[in-house]
């Protein structure tokens, strides 16, 4: 069973930094691509950033770039996403994702919240 679990999320004052974890299991996901994404409260699941697992092709959403960084590490099966100066703006749940290209994403884990207090 193909699973992503995501851990680190919590609460953090404006500008302090947090780094969420994926760990994938079920499968080898050497032919995958990884990505977090975000949902805030009334609003769409938006991208923030995305990964191949040999880290050669790594993209970031506008609003994240220069602050959130986004690896991965084979040997342990997860994909970390450093953030860094977090804002107000970043408060929401936060999901890892695969997809195995040319497909869409299609795995999600089960999310964890991010809230940034003013």
Same mark, same amino acid.
């Given at each position: 069973? *193909?699973?992503? *679990?995501?851990?680190?999320?919590?609460? *953090?004052?404006?500008?302090?930094?947090?780094?969420?974890?994926?760990?994938?299991?079920? /499968?080898?996901?050497?032919?995958? /691509?990884?990505?977090?994404?975000?949902?805030? $409260?009334?609003?769409? /699941?938006?991208?923030?950033?995305?990964?191949?697992?040999?880290?050669?092709?790594?993209?970031?959403?506008?609003? !994240?770039?220069?602050?959130? %960084?986004?690896?991965?590490?084979?040997?342990?099966?997860? !994909?970390?996403?450093?953030?860094?100066?977090?804002? $107000?703006?970043?408060?929401?749940?936060?999901?890892?994702?695969?997809? /195995? $290209? $040319?497909?869409?994403?299609?795995?999600?884990?089960?999310? %964890?919240?991010?809230?940034?207090?003013?």
């Amino acid at each position: 069973q *193909v699973q992503l *679990v995501e851990s680190g999320g919590g609460l *953090v004052q404006a500008g302090g930094s947090l780094r969420l974890s994926c760990l994938a299991s079920g /499968r080898t996901f050497s032919s995958y /691509r990884m990505a977090w994404f975000r949902q805030a $409260p009334g609003k769409e /699941r938006e991208f923030v950033a995305a990964i191949s697992w040999a880290g050669v092709d790594i993209y970031y959403a506008d609003s !994240v770039k220069g602050r959130f %960084t986004i690896t991965g590490d084979n040997s342990k099966n997860t !994909v970390y996403l450093q953030m860094n100066n977090l804002k $107000p703006d970043d408060t929401a749940v936060y999901y890892c994702a695969a997809r /195995r $290209p $040319p497909a869409a994403y299609d795995i999600w884990g089960q999310g %964890t919240q991010v809230t940034v207090s003013s």
